[in-house]
């Protein structure tokens, strides 16, 4: 038995008012590809504003519902969050909640103050004025949003490398690149030796030798409150 009682003359504060969400409309000449084509976005007062979009994701291709990667002519202001000019529209197909995503950037970015992590909100898509349903949004990871200073000869940025593998993988999206040299880019400056050593590092260094020198090649309070992130998120 659960008893509630309350004092009717005691006032409450109502709930805030909802934003209503974003809405964006891509106008393309047909049906969104796997490689850039251009596109016009429609979004509130801003009409015919030039960008570029393709399809995203691995295995999430199959599902119905794809995420997208805009590229705007110009930075904007969506949604409240801070302006840039390159975009992720995650369809989060397998999240049917919509808040993994956007709960694991959030507390990642509280755990400590030099962790990165995409500003992120939702947003209604439309394609040629058809809905397509609700997405999440969110700054993409590239060296302009990881603040990398372009003249640090040894800047790079990797995304999910497979180095913790002891046999190469035979499938990889690009087999080009096999370690997902995001920038700068392979065919400018190679860094694949760099994650070579890593890997190897990883996988042949003896216990002392790993406990020794793993601050050597990551930031430990980055990559434990990264480690955190997952168990909390998963």
Known sequence: L???SCDSEKSYSPRPQM???TEINLKVDSSIQWHWMPCEVEMGAIKGLQARVKGRGGTSRRYRKHSFALELDESLSIGGLLSDDDWVLNASVVDRTFMRNKFAY?????????NLAPQSTFVNLYINNNYTGLYHLCHEINGGFLGI???DTLAMVFEAPP????KR???VRHPDNYYHQKYPRKEEKDFSSYLE?????????TDQEFAE???????LENLIDWHLMLLFSN
């Open 149 to 151: 200073n372009k003249y």
């Open 2 to 4: 659960i008893l509630f």
């Open 213 to 219: 020198n793993i601050g050597e090649y990551f930031d």
């Open 19 to 21: 934003q209503a969400l």
């Open 197 to 205: 050593e890593i890997r190897t590092f990883i996988l042949q260094a």
């Open 106 to 114: 959030d507390l990642f970015v509280q755990f400590g103050p030099n």
């Open 169 to 171: 993988l035979e499938k």
């Open 163 to 166: 180095i913790f593998y002891e």
